[in-house]
């Protein structure tokens, strides 16, 4: 018994992956030929969607029903029968990942059949070509472009798609970036009607609108006139594209011309959804997803089925990762493991011995072959004396993991140079390949010869370059010493920090997976925000959901709750930490496998803003929920004013949301009631574009202000200037009522230093993701073993705080407590203790804090936190005295590199 997941984006994949790292049988169901999704044919995103396939199609827990179609579903939760293509499989849950479409019914005012006006997918082709090529160039006639122009909102926000698609303004900032780093000389223009952006991705656009070379310009398009038209007859064939646009500021329309207009289209439902929940017996929403709801939002309305990704609404790809994660772990509820799960030590071939290398030189489809010559590089590497092996008939990374698997056990090899493309893009199936052959992790070395030779030398030049970096890596590895591989058992604990709604969610979530949990709670009774807050959005009251929560966490017997309690002291390595907790002036020592970093935020009390704190009419937006709840919020004029506070926190994801839901709730109490809402930019995104639209069909009054201008109240009259109306308007209000922004809550900057988990400049958690390895991880921190969600990476609502929190309970089952026994990273840095001088230069250097002083026989000596190391080198370099190094990096090796291309 097993779990199918139909739909091989990268939904479906997190889902699938997560699953089988825990021991469970997984089908992945993928009515194409090929797995990825929507997610392989953006341009920033194929790299690191490359080691998931591999991962996916080397699983032994999950088989690949590539081009199935899912016909029919008979049983129940926990004994589903589910027809495939003829074939039918029986599984204990299913989970639908199918992805989305995006809007096909575009105006033909945009003209969309000219060949230099493209959608966004069509543009994420065009930067891979352009990667390779080194330029941007017309589609129409190969000229290169030096005007681009991003329309927003094409198929969203409208009649036929009423949703905001959620990810159009992130990609195109991101678009935006990236042609202003390759392609400096390109000016960008986008066009939008409201910046839905938030975090790291807010700071990105604020960025872009300090760029010269970027304009952001708020304003409908109304058209798209190529060359040639009547009214563009002035243009001569093969000049820009000419587009009209109303200038708010100017109160005019203008006209600019352009080399490429790419059109941000909206996202719809897949194609096959409808189809699919109508085999299934799913019900639909509105607009076509399953319906879900806030406090169970991977959860369909049939038990065992459970939907993640755009096929539960338009969002981001690593909101779809968390919400595949997530899936997985409530999936993994109706089966159990797989017989193949059982694990055993692997045995590894002696790499102490003299050097046999095999050198596997792959030709990438062309991509390398193309314009290296292999022949010649084959001659060049079969001259090393240690090399024993070289095979040349490589095409792609999957012939490579064969050869690779055959090569060292037909010819005894004992380590492995691969030349091809990028390690982010073949590193761990290739590691994969060489443990199943019996060699261990570090007899692998990878020469980038793609990225680094192929795609930018001339022929004659990439060869030369080749063979060096081909010559390096053979010297590499023949100078690599034998590790010893070290192997121990894992605590099947989790430690879960914060026992607010993610917390408390992700604890019930591992328990049920069956492990036991820590809750760790810094305040004297569980809750967090829930117990400041009076209802969410989608009119649910806070207290119904806390009581529900708070009640599961009592009575599950796998739970132990600490109140009043904090973490004071933390070591030992992924899988094997143990923890010191303060409750009550005592310590007390746990032993746990995994950590969740669940702690949340904080409001900022606007003191001073617009009369907050002085005048009693000035309240919170949260104030302004639980008047409207005692039905005390009397006021005949209301202005609410939004993004008002600045230089403090930040805005919450829900902050839109929970205005326009308040001042429909306002209108509701008092019909003839007068409300303004003062902002900057309206983020209702998502299905929150709905409530917007309410507000508005109900007299609610939106006024835009710029940052320069913001609102001032004066003699209780508030004055701003309204940027669409072009004219200041000065409105006497009853009530006023403040957005407000959020910090971290206290104990961030603690948790920072003792888990290694890194932070933005708002004292926010920063995921792995957000490192320079490209992975995708939304919970991930670079500490292995410790996760982290809900508000401690960003302010955000009810359901994607539960969302978060079933990801890091997932990824903590998946990566740690499913497992018997864990292996220690090979690369990481280790202390010789009778050359260490106790210096600490390896300690300032660590940008990870992974090093520490700590006293030996009345000497400070540096000691290695394993959990923390990323094996990054920079202690070894620093030490004068050589007393550190990486494992897997010695300065014989690097010697030895060296003095080859020397």
């Known amino acids: 018994m097993g779990v199918a997941v139909i739909g091989g984006g990268i939904s479906g994949i997190s889902a699938a992956l997560d699953l089988a790292h825990s021991g469970f049988r997984v089908y992945l169901i993928e009515q194409r030929q090929t797995l990825g999704g929507k997610v392989a044919e953006l341009a920033e995103c194929k790299i690191g969607l490359a080691p998931w396939l591999a991962e996916v199609e080397n699983h032994p827990n999950i088989e690949l029903l590539l081009g199935g179609t899912v016909e029919a579903l008979s049983g129940t939760a926990g004994d589903f029968r589910l027809t495939v293509s003829g074939r039918v499989l029986a599984v ?70 009423e949703l905001c698609s959620t990810v159009c303004c992130a990609c195109t900032a991101r678009d935006a970036k990236i042609i202003r780093q390759r392609f400096p000389q390109v000016e960008v223009a ?70 490429l207009v790419v059109i941000a289209v909206g996202l719809l439902p897949s194609k096959t959804l409808n189809e699919l929940t109508e085999i299934l017996g799913v019900i639909q929403d509105p607009f076509g997803y399953p319906a879900t709801s806030a406090t169970n939002p991977v959860e369909t309305s049939v038990p065992g089925i459970f939907v993640c990704g755009c ?45 046999r290398i095999g050198v596997f030189i792959c030709g990438c489809e062309g991509e390398i072959s193309n314009n290296v010559d292999i022949a010649v590089l084959a001659e060049r590497v079969r001259s090393h004396d240690t090399v024993v092996h ?86 590499r590895v023949r100078h690599q010493p034998e590790e010893v591989i ?25 328990a049920t997976a069956g492990y036991e949990v820590t809750l760790l709670e810094k305040a004297s009774e569980l809750g967090g925000a829930l117990n400041t807050v009076y209802a969410f959005p989608t009119g649910e009251r806070a207290s119904d959901v806390l009581a529900r929560l708070k009640a599961d966490v009592i009575r599950n017997e796998r739970v132990t709750v600490y109140t009043n309690a904090e973490l004071t002291d933390w070591w030992g390595r992924p899988g094997a930490f143990t923890a010191r907790i303060r409750t009550a002036g005592s310590d007390e020592e746990i032993e746990c496998g995994a950590v969740v970093v669940a702690i949340g935020t904080q409001a900022v009390t606007p003191l001073g803003w617009l009369g907050y704190g002085a005048a009693k009419n000035v ?63 309206m983020k209702t995104y998502g299905i929150g574009e709905l409530k917007y639209k309410e507000a508005r069909e109900k007299g609610v009054i939106f006024v835009r202000y710029t940052q320069d201008r913001p609102p001032e109240l004066n003699a209780g009259i508030i004055a701003v200037f309204d940027m669409v109306l072009g004219e200041e308007l000065q409105i006497k209000p009853d009530l006023i009522v403040l957005s407000t922004p959020m910090v971290p809550s206290t104990g961030h900057e603690h948790l920072h230093e003792l888990l290694g988990i890194p932070m933005n400049e708002q004292g926010f958690f920063i995921e792995a993701r957000e490192r320079p390895r490209m992975n995708f991880m939304s919970v991930d921190t670079p500490t292995r073993g410790v996760l982290v969600c809900g508000s401690a990476l960003f302010p955000t609502s009810l359901d994607e705080c539960i969302v978060q929190a079933g990801a890091a309970a997932s990824r903590a089952c998946s990566t740690i407590l499913a497992h018997e026994y864990l292996t220690l990273d090979p690369w990481i840095a280790r202390v010789d203790e009778l050359l260490c001088r106790g210096c600490g230069l390896c300690a300032q250097v660590c940008e990870y804090n992974a090093i520490t002083l700590q006293e030996s026989d009345g000497l400070p000596i540096a000691t290695v936190r394993e959990a923390i190391c990323q094996g990054c080198g920079a202690c070894a370099v620093a030490c004068p005295a050589r007393a550190i190094r990486c494992r897997t990096s010695t300065v014989e090796q690097f010697i030895a590199m060296i003095e080859a291309i020397a």
Not at 638 to 654: A, L, S
Request: aromatic share 6%.
């Open 190 to 259: 986008v066009f939008y009607i409201d910046l839905r952006v938030f975090g790291r991705d807010e700071q990105l656009v604020e960025e872009l609108k300090n760029d010269p070379g970027v304009r952001y310009i708020k304003s409908r398009v109304p058209e798209v006139i190529p060359c040639g038209s009547p009214v563009h007859m002035d243009t001569p064939s093969g000049e820009p594209l000419l587009l009209k646009y109303e200038n708010f500021a100017a109160g005019t329309i203008e006209q600019q011309a352009f080399d």
């Open 486 to 510: 070290e192997r121990y058992p894992v605590i099947p604990r989790a430690l879960v920090i914060g026992g607010g709604v993610s917390g408390m969610t992700a604890a019930l979530e591992i």
């Open 311 to 355: 096929a539960n609404g338009p969002m981001r790809v690593q909101e779809s990762v968390a919400q595949g994660s997530a899936a997985a772990v409530k999936a993994a509820r109706f089966v159990k493991r797989s017989d193949q799960h059982a694990e055993t030590p692997q045995k590894h071939a002696p790499v102490g011995e003299a050097p």
């Open 92 to 161: 204990g849950s299913i989970i639908l990942a199918p992805g989305y479409e995006i809007f096909e019914n575009v105006s033909s005012s945009y003209n969309l059949d000219h060949p230099d006006v493209i959608t966004t997918l069509d543009f994420e082709r065009m930067l891979r070509a352009a990667t390779k090529s080194g330029e941007l160039t017309r589609p129409s006639n190969g000229q290169p472009v030096r005007k681009i122009s991003f329309i927003q909102c094409v198929g969203s926000r409208c009649t036929e798609n």
């Open 390 to 475: 070289v095979d040349t008939e490589l095409t792609t990374c999957e012939t490579a993991k064969e050869k690779i698997t055959r090569g060292v056990r037909e010819h005894h090899l004992n380590r492995v140079v691969f030349a091809g493309c990028s390690p982010r893009d073949s590193e761990s199936f290739l590691s994969a390949a060489c443990a199943n052959a019996g060699l261990p992790p570090y007899s692998l070395e990878i020469a980038n010869i793609r990225e680094q030779c192929a795609w930018v030398h001339t022929r004659e030049a990439a060869t030369e370059v080749a063979g060096e970096l081909i010559t390096m890596a053979i010297e």
């Open 619 to 681: 309240v919170t937006q949260a104030e302004f929920s639980a008047l409207l709840a005692a039905d005390t919020a009397v006021a005949g004029t209301i202005v609410m004013v939004q993004d008002v506070v600045h230089n403090e926190g930040v805005y919450p994801k829900y902050t839109s949301i929970e205005l326009v839901t308040n001042a429909i709730r306002a209108k509701d109490c008092n019909p003839d009631a007068q409300i303004f809402v003062l902002y900057q930019e």
